[in-house]
């Protein structure tokens, strides 16, 4: 077992399995793209209340799961690089980042976008989405720090350190609707009991869901190997790539 | 594990659950600064702060909603079905303003004891369903009452 880790932590390992790997993330995700995005904006009903305007909710609030989630995954890697000194988790983290501020981005420009017609503001200052703004500053302070300090080694540990402070902000994030009085509504999905979303609306937004996830894996594995290439340049194993012309 | 991986380990976690104490007090302590608006409720028992501006939320009380001819000038009651306070505000109201439905409004009390808003936004709820499902809810729970 500890073998089977340790190949699968291995640089040059890990760059040969995510290139096997892409293709049968890629093409679900594409399909479920089209699929989600079929159901959600064409075949699901308007709302009872807010009209067609709803339909914001397939790319805002899969969007909004996928920024913590991948917060709390760049903290995992963040976790096992501290204490187990695996390079793969310092590489896996590094090429999360961006993906994870992106989403953190379109969930709070979409929320911004719904907010205008159905509060009658951009912006309020309320629990949730000040918590969620942190959390944006939060993956640019790890990737400023990490590109300010000089020292790859130890730029990653300060980085990671920031990365297990923030965790904090996680479930802020999640139970500011309810521990204090927000402008945000509550929790439609994630909550005890039956989702108060009808069936046809919830299944396009799952969809969408997991089109997100796979998105996310698919970015993650391209974007490590191209990190892996770049860290490992001066390998043998990257030269004989590079002139057994597979580059 | 070998001791350094321990110590390692509990190092991580001793960050991670200290700085979550840390930021429990920390938000307890702010707790009244974070609520983004006060109930009616809240109001009536004098927690709001008096003389300068702040929130209120709850609902539009059905059958509260009275407009001046003439102007943009709309008066209604928000409720939290215990208590009511009386608002007036001029401007342009929400898509969503209507009565029964949650709003939260920013703005000063007078010595009459009325709100004078500044802005009135409209606080959606966490259902979302087709209007004919609405409906259907709407008719079961008119039949449960008669």
């Known amino acids: ?31 479920l793209f089209a699929v989600g995005l079929y159901l959600g904006l064409v075949v699901a009903p308007g709302d009872y209340e807010q009209g067609e305007s709803y339909r914001i909710i397939y790319v805002h609030v899969p969007s909004a799961w996928m920024s913590m989630f991948v917060y709390v995954l760049m ?40 907010g205008k017609p159905m509060w009658g503001t951009w912006w309020v200052w309320d629990a949730r989405l000040t918590s969620e703004l942190i959390l944006l500053f939060l993956y640019f302070g790890f990737m400023a720090l ?23 902000n996680i479930p802020i994030i999640h139970y500011s609707v309810e521990w204090w009085y927000t402008l945000h509504q509550p929790a439609t999905i994630a909550k005890f009991g039956k989702p108060s979303i009808h069936v046809s609306m919830l299944i396009p937004l799952l969809v969408m869901a997991v089109a997100f996830k796979l998105f996310y894996f698919t970015v993650l594995m391209s974007r490590v190997r191209a990190e892996i290439l770049q860290r490992e340049r001066r390998t043998n194993w990257v030269r004989e790539l590079v002139s057994g012309g597979e580059l | 594990m070998r001791t350094r991986r321990k110590q390692r380990l509990f190092m991580v976690v001793f960050l991670v659950v200290g700085i979550g104490i840390a930021v429990t007090l920390m938000l307890n302590a702010f707790k ?10 809240q109001v009536a028992a004098g927690e709001a702060p008096v003389g300068h501006p702040f929130r209120i939320g709850g609902l539009v009380a059905v059958n509260s909603v009275v407009r001046e001819d003439g102007s943009l000038v709309v008066h209604f009651d928000v409720t939290d079905t215990a208590n009511a306070v009386r608002v007036a505000y001029e401007g342009i109201l929400p898509d969503l303003f209507r009565e029964g439905q949650g709003i939260v409004t920013k ?20 259902n979302y369903m087709p209007p004919e499902a609405a409906e259907a809810l709407k008719a079961a729970s008119t039949l449960q009452q008669d």
């Open chain 2, 107 to 126: 703005g000063q009390l007078d010595d009459k004891g009325v709100f004078v808003a500044s802005e009135v936004l409209a606080k959606h709820d966490e």
């Open chain 1, 75 to 114: 903290a995992v890697f963040a976790t096992i690089g501290l204490i187990w000194r695996v390079k793969l988790a310092e590489v896996m983290a590094t090429a999360s980042a961006p993906i994870g501020a992106s989403f953190t981005f379109l969930a709070l420009v979409t929320g911004s976008i719904w």
């Open chain 1, 1 to 31: 077992m500890w073998a089977w880790i340790h190949r699968f932590g291995s640089p040059r390992y890990f760059y040969a399995f995510a290139g096997k790997l892409l293709p049968w993330l890629a093409v679900p995700c594409i399909i």
């Open chain 2, 32 to 41: 009244q600064n974070i609520l983004f608006f006060f109930t009616p409720s």
């Open chain 1, 146 to 168: 990490q590109s300010a300090i000089g020292d790859r080694q130890t730029a990653w540990r300060a980085a990671s350190i920031l990365l297990l402070v923030g965790v904090v």
